[in-house]
């Protein structure tokens, strides 16, 4: 059934013979509970394995559904506080490569300026011999 898809065929492989309507089973299942009986003594006891197996049937599939709920909750807030990490990284890189150009910047005024000074010591050396 879909539940069964949805679980990747995790859980129990029996069919037994479930619509997909909580509680309702297909025509096909009466008349094979029947012709299994063998006589009719045993529909009592047939009728009552089949409610308990129908019982845990339901609440097998309200578990693999609260299971489900609990797993797409922890992966949604995974997904906020990955995306909330993200943009502080983000912004963090803007700020950084912001501070990286400046100080590229800077190193190219600073080396400039020891040309500059560099000229100017050469000009006093050759003023002084």
């Known amino acids: 059934d879909y539940e069964h898809a949805m679980m990747g065929g995790q859980g129990d492989n029996h069919d037994y013979g479930h619509d997909g309507a909580e509680?309702?089973?297909a025509p096909s299942?009466?008349?094979a509970s029947y012709a299994s009986g063998g006589g009719g003594g045993n529909t009592v006891v047939s009728k009552a394995k089949r409610e308990k197996r129908l019982a845990l049937n339901r609440a097998s599939a309200r578990a693999r559904r609260r299971r489900k709920k609990e797993l797409i909750e922890t992966l949604s807030n995974q997904v906020s506080e990955l995306t909330r990490?993200?943009?502080a990284v983000m912004a963090a890189n803007r700020h950084l490569q912001t501070e990286n150009q400046n100080l590229h910047a800077l190193n190219r005024t600073l080396q400039a300026r020891v040309i500059e000074l560099e000229a100017s010591l050469e000009q006093a050396r050759l003023a002084i011999i």
Request: glycine letters at 22%; aromatic letters at 0%; proline letters at 0%.
């Open 85 to 87: 990490g993200k943009e």
């Open 29 to 31: 299942d009466a008349a």
């Open 23 to 25: 509680g309702q089973v």
